[in-house]
């Protein structure tokens, strides 16, 4: 049970990594003239968890240094929940070998 929490912990922090890395090229391509944006999504997985996928969108829109800051920072906040759920299922199974050992 504890090895799944951290499985789907795991996943929820490779979408926050790739939700950083997708904003993170459109702020650095923001003044490259037909660079595409790019948006990094999560799918729930079937057996839990969330699949990354990541899509080019048109770029007739233009640049959103807003958005992509916004997108940013959601994106660390993302990261840094999943790693203390990984943190706490890590120490629970540590407790639990502790107690039978």
């Known amino acids: 049970m504890l090895l799944k929490a951290m499985d789907r912990a795991v996943s929820g922090m490779r979408l926050g990594a790739e939700k950083l890395a997708a904003s993170a090229h459109n702020t650095a391509n ?7 944006r790019l948006q990094a999504n999560g799918v729930e997985s079937p057996d839990g968890g969330v699949a ?18 916004i997108e940013q920072k959601s994106a660390v906040v993302l990261y840094r929940a999943n790693l203390r759920a990984v943190q706490t299922a890590e120490e629970m199974l540590g407790e639990i070998l502790d107690t039978r050992g």
Do not use: Y
């Not at 923001?30 to 595409?36: K, M, Q, R, S, V």
């Not at 969108?57 to 992509?68: M, Q, T, W």
């Open 30 to 36: 923001a003044l490259t003239e037909g660079a595409p």
């Open 52 to 69: 990354v996928s990541v899509t080019a969108l048109p770029s007739e829109g233009g640049p959103d240094l807003i958005a992509d800051t």
